[in-house]
């Protein structure tokens, strides 16, 4: 991970984005346990809404992978298209604690 061009991309100085970058993962995390828990609960409009919340702060961080995927749960979840959203889940979990461990 790229923090140098990540914040150049946005218009940041690099402590300006890793301020941005610790909100996200502290927020995200919380994020990913709602969703968690709307997945188990099978509350389609829960699982949207805190996806919708997860693809737009990937998106503003520049993390694309995670965005795709969150979309994917997002449209998956708007048409209550529930089976295969645990298994993306699961990848956008893996995905995000791979990103928060290389940045400390």
Same mark, same amino acid.
């Given at each position: 991970?790229?923090?140098?061009?990540?914040?150049?991309?946005? $218009?940041?100085? +690099?402590? &300006?984005?890793?301020?941005?970058? +610790?909100?996200?993962?502290? =927020?995200?995390?919380?994020?990913?346990? %709602?969703?968690?828990?709307?997945?188990?609960?099978?509350?389609?409009? #829960?699982?949207?809404? =805190?996806?919708?919340?997860?693809?737009?702060?990937?998106?503003?961080? $520049?993390?694309?992978?995670?965005? &795709?995927?969150? $979309? +994917?749960?997002?449209?998956?979840?708007?048409?209550?298209?529930?089976?295969?959203?645990?298994?993306?889940?699961? &990848?956008? #979990?893996? %995905?995000?604690?791979?990103?928060? %461990?290389?940045?400390?």
């Amino acid at each position: 991970m790229n923090i140098k061009k990540l914040a150049e991309d946005l $218009g940041l100085e +690099e402590e &300006e984005y890793l301020e941005l970058f +610790e909100l996200f993962i502290e =927020t995200s995390r919380s994020d990913l346990d %709602k969703l968690q828990g709307a997945i188990e609960a099978g509350d389609a409009e #829960k699982i949207s809404s =805190t996806a919708h919340s997860l693809k737009g702060a990937c998106g503003n961080l $520049g993390f694309m992978e995670l965005h &795709e995927i969150a $979309g +994917e749960i997002v449209e998956k979840a708007r048409i209550n298209q529930l089976k295969g959203i645990s298994e993306s889940f699961k &990848e956008l #979990k893996e %995905k995000f604690d791979n990103i928060a %461990k290389i940045g400390g």
